[in-house]
């Protein structure tokens, strides 16, 4: 479903500030798998996500979504393909736009936008249906700006707009980071919900190592812009958080590890 | 709920005073296994300020209670009131209840020293020695076949450090070698994967642990002597060669063998992380590239966790054994080859502990976390020291070395 | 009563260059600095073409046209060239300077006695009267010229208020309303947010621009120097809407807008007949803008303070 290869961005080359944001990735996912992006603060996961969705063209490599190239194509010719999810819970709604408009758009998802009347009695009728799912009150509150919602609200709302039109990928960026532990739940398992029923192919990034275990069928862990683990099928199963946490240590020792430690080691290790 | 205490003698008192239920038990209990971590196993609640008991109160004297029962501690409540005492005497914990009389005339409980020995000390077995053999060697980083490799039957008078990989069926395990330790007969041992946990063998009924060895030292024999040491008012913790020279000034030997079982206040250490068996001729581990073979704890690690370590020391130790050993810190004399696994914390009980009991206790329990060789981080600057412990204890004998050794 | 009636009439055609600045500035958010240099844009191809005997409507849709050309131009260059949104509109307000002049030929061109889009109406008014120069309204006596040219702008206005809040609740308006509120989300949505900058500052310059055909053919000439300051003209009269209506939904937002322009262009007739200087017209409304811009925040400032103290006392 998606292949990347060799996929290399650096910001600010031949700088001091030269950050080697991904260093040749290589990531293949499955059609209908959910996978977890897991690493440290910087370690590129959004930057990954960010090169998928076309924020940006990366120094090298290519992107193969669907059998198409989008290496080059530009972002909003994606969206078509890929349904995105923010951590800003402000960032994937218009604040001051109903929530029945918000959702008209993303019910348009890459297609054209003519010139007939938008939120119509058929279009609101399908919205509240597939509104009152998120089990929200929300569909009695059409046409309310969204901006009145709470982040919890609206992160459900841009997950369900998201996958409005199945999309061939879903990249969710951290999306329940923003959001107290009850509604985070909550978005959560609507995660799991529509990724599950829509059987959608799924990335999503996470700092919530429960997350990591309980969601996905498949964990990749990223550091310093390299994929350093990639837990798949059974070794997925068997995975649990000390497995994580301790694998984040081996890659933080593996770092702190340098030429003064080998020295040392090769005096002291017998 | 508020709590008082007070150290009378061997005696700790713990003066309790509010409602004991639910919302104030896991605090409550909480308290008392540190107290209980902090070595403190003979308990005496003054209840007088204890106004109301319920039954997630009881629960949590039950589990305290279990535990202090597991160290042979003593758990005991005093001045209750009316209720607390009618309370705990329906549920059948009346035989907590002291009389406060008879409480304050408990005679402070000194330790049984046992002759002329220091306190937290105690001799285990007179005139008990070990015998020191290097059963098979290899210094890093040579390469290192998988014919190099000898296989032993450890008995349980077998203490040792080196590197090796249990005897299988499949060819692969066979040349997995790895750190390992044996302990009393207990082999443990890690595979040289960075996701493997460290596993072990354990001697049982007829079951003779095989296993085999690229290097080891190897001392058989028997423990002569226990030291138990604590954090006071002079010592926060203990360096290994602190230890070391704990078991020196009551062997009189330059050459030891010891165990420690002890809360870790900072482990530092290396493990291999690949076999050396397959060092090949076409390449050879320089500099930088030994982090692909060694793993380096790169902190002060499994800090509270409790740590079983086995090691021989010598002051002016002679071929061949020189070359396997290395300096136990940078100021002191001692040479030494160490190897320890840490454990998820489990309290020890105070005064005199049978090696085999602890051992059985310990494998027997939550699986080992790590196993490494220790290692005196001298780096000027950056360098982290030696590890070292809180509290625990550390059994050790003198070794006597052969000529022909 | 005919200062009234020529306030409206001003009113009503300066509503077309607020509407379209309440695309720009209030919908996607764009400070288009164009508008001084289109509305003159409009006025000047208005006055040359109809000068040169071409039909008022037809020089009226070109100079609409005109308008919108010269907003995709600011446009392009804040899209395509990554100029600041206020550079990309200086450039092209002073580059319409010279062109300008250049369509005009000089710095004024009277429309004397020619024709305007008002003329069907008017001639249709004064069929209805029987020829007579005046119309009797509530009392007054208003000149036939003068209502044609009213209920024209009225009529126009109007309709352009109804397209309007029309086109913004399609499905492409609504995009072009959300660009406004949040680029990401839009492009995620897989729209080309700088094909949609572009496409409303064309509109908007082109609404701009048609009120400054509509105002020269009102005032019978087009001058170089007319659209400075009608920047800020419509900002004040989308703020003072603001405050009448609000700005919740689209349809208030527009008639706030025309009410606004209205209510402003009423406001100054008043102050000119009061005495104020012509000349200090623009800095008043200048200083009216600045008030407008700070005084809730100045309101929420001392209010904190007032409750602070309150709190500390
Ligand atoms: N647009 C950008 N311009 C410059 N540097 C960037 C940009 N985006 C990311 N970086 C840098 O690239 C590195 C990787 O950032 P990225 O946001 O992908 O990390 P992350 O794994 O998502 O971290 P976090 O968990 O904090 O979200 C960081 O050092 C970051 O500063
Ligand atoms: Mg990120």
Redesign the pocket.
């Known amino acids: 479903m998606l292949e990347i290869k060799g996929l290399i961005k650096t910001?600010?080359p031949h700088t001091i500030n030269e950050?080697k944001?991904l260093r040749d990735i290589d990531l293949t996912i499955q059609e209908g798998s959910f996978t977890a992006i897991i690493?440290?603060?910087?370690?590129?996961?959004?930057?990954?996500l960010?090169a998928i969705a076309g924020t940006?063209i990366p120094d090298s490599g290519s992107i193969l979504l669907a059998g198409q190239p989008i290496t080059f194509w530009p972002e909003f010719q994606r969206a078509k393909l890929i349904g995105r999810v923010f951590?800003n819970p402000f960032a994937g709604t218009a604040a001051e736009m109903t929530i029945a408009e918000n959702i008209v758009m993303a019910m348009r998802r890459g297609l054209s936008h003519p010139l007939s009347k938008a939120v119509t009695s058929k279009a609101r009728a399908e919205i509240k249906e597939r509104v009152s799912v998120l089990k929200m009150g929300l569909e009695d509150r059409l046409d309310n700006p969204i901006g009145t919602l709470s982040g919890g609200q609206r992160q459900a709302l841009t997950l369900l707009m998201a996958t409005w039109l199945k999309p061939k990928i879903l990249l969710l960026?951290?999306h329940t980071a923003a959001l107290d532990p009850k509604s985070a739940a909550k978005v959560a398992e609507l995660t799991k919900y529509i990724v599950d029923k829509e059987k959608l192919t799924a990335m999503m990034?996470t700092?919530s190592m429960q997350q990591a275990v309980d969601l996905p069928d498949r964990i990749v862990m990223?550091h310093k812009?390299k994929i350093v683990a990639d837990y798949q099928k059974e070794h997925k199963q068997r995975v649990r958080i000390p497995d994580l946490l301790a694998t984040f240590d081996r890659v933080q020792k593996k770092e702190l590890f340098d030429e003064s430690v080998a020295t040392l080691l090769r005096e002291q290790y017998v | 709920m508020e709590l008082v205490t007070e150290k009378k003698g061997a005696i700790f008192i713990v003066r309790a005073k509010g409602r004991l239920d639910a919302s104030w038990t896991d605090f409550f209990t909480e308290a008392f296994l540190e107290f209980i971590r902090q070595g403190e196993h003979d308990l005496l609640i003054d209840a007088e300020g204890i106004s109301f008991l319920s039954s997630a109160g009881i629960r949590s004297l039950v589990r305290i209670h279990k535990d202090l029962t597991k160290l042979k501690g003593r758990f005991r409540i005093v001045n209750a009131n009316e209720f607390v005492v009618n309370t705990l005497q329906m549920t059948g914990f009346g035989v907590w209840i002291e009389k406060k009389a008879e409480a304050d005339l408990v005679a402070i409980h000194v330790a049984d020293a046992g002759g002329d020995l220091p306190a937290d000390c105690f001799l285990i077995e007179k005139n008990a020695e070990m015998k020191l053999s290097i059963v098979n060697h290899w210094a890093p980083w040579e390469k290192a076949d998988g014919e190099k490799l000898k296989t032993i039957d450890y008995q349980s008078v077998t203490f040792s450090v080196g590197v090796g990989c249990p005897q299988g069926s499949d060819s692969e395990n066979q040349t997995m070698v790895g750190d390992f330790m044996v302990v009393a007969g207990n082999i443990l041992f890690q595979s040289p994967e960075e996701e493997s946990r460290p596993d072990f063998l354990q001697p049982l009924e007829n079951f003779v642990p095989k296993f085999r060895v690229l290097q080891a030292v190897e001392a058989k024999g028997n423990i002569s002597h226990l030291i138990r040491f604590k954090p006071n008012a002079e010592t926060q913790n203990f360096s290994v060669s602190a230890l070391i020279e704990k078991c020196h000034n009551l062997l009189q030997s330059d050459n030891i063998l010891f165990v420690i079982l002890a809360e870790s206040d900072g482990m530092v250490g290396a493990q291999l992380i690949q076999s050396p068996t397959f060092i090949s001729d076409s390449m050879s581990v320089e500099g930088i590239g030994l982090r692909e073979w060694l793993s380096f704890t790169g902190e002060r690690a499994f800090v509270g966790d409790q740590v079983l370590a086995v090691g021989v020391a010598s002051l002016k130790p002679n071929q061949p054994l020189e070359p396997l050993l290395r300096q136990t810190s940078k100021d002191e004399a001692w040479f030494s080859h160490i190897h320890a696994a840490v454990f998820p914390y489990q309290p020890i009980q105070n005064g005199l502990l049978d090696l085999q009991t602890q051992l059985s206790r310990f494998l027997n329990g939550p699986p080992p976390k790590a196993l490494m060789h220790l290692i005196n981080d001298q780096r000027p600057e950056a360098g982290l020291g030696q590890t070292r412990f809180s509290r625990g204890a550390v059994w050790c004998s003198a070794i006597k070395m052969e000529e022909t050794l | 009563m005919n200062l009234v009636i020529g306030a409206f009439t001003i009113g009503l055609i300066l509503s077309l260059l607020s509407l379209g600045m309440l695309i720009s500035f209030r919908m996607i958010r764009f400070t288009d600095i164009t508008v001084d240099g289109s509305l003159t844009l409009g006025a000047a191809i208005t006055a040359v073409l109809i000068a040169a005997g071409w039909s008022p409507l037809l020089a009226t849709m070109v100079a609409f046209v005109a308008g919108m050309l010269a907003g995709s131009v600011t446009g392009l260059l804040y899209t395509r060239f990554k100029i600041q949104e206020i550079l990309s509109g200086i450039l092209v307000m002073t580059a319409l300077y010279s062109v300008n002049l250049r369509i005009m030929g000089r710095s004024n061109v009277p429309l004397l006695d020619t024709a305007t889009v008002s003329l069907p109406l008017q001639h249709l008014l004064s069929q209805m009267t029987d020829g007579e120069r005046y119309i009797l309204l509530f009392g007054w006596q208003v000149p036939v010229v003068d209502m044609a040219a009213f209920l024209s702008s009225l009529l126009l206005c109007a309709v352009f208020a109804w397209m309007l809040s029309r086109f913004l609740q399609t499905h492409f308006g609504t995009v072009l309303r959300a660009t406004g509120n949040n680029v990401q989300m839009v492009r995620a949505q897989g729209i080309n947010n700088n094909m949609m900058v572009v496409f409303s500052l064309a509109l908007s310059n082109g609404l701009v621009a048609l009120s400054g055909a509509l105002l020269a053919q009102y005032q019978g000439f087009a001058d170089v120097q007319m659209g400075i300051g009608m920047m800020v003209w419509g900002l004040a009269s989308i703020i003072i809407g603001e405050a009448l209506v609000g700005k919740s939904g689209i349809g208030i937002a527009i008639a706030g807008t025309i009410f606004g322009t209205i209510l402003f262009r009423l406001l100054i007739a008043i102050a000119l007949r009061w005495g104020l200087n012509p000349n200090d017209l623009k800095l008043v409304t200048a200083l009216f803008v600045f008030l407008a811009l700070v005084a809730p925040r100045w309101f929420k400032f001392v209010h904190v303070k007032i409750n602070k103290k309150s709190k500390h006392a």
């Open positions: 910001f600010f950050v944001a690493g440290t603060n910087g370690s590129g996961k959004s930057t990954l960010n940006f951590q960026d951290e990034v700092h990223m812009g």
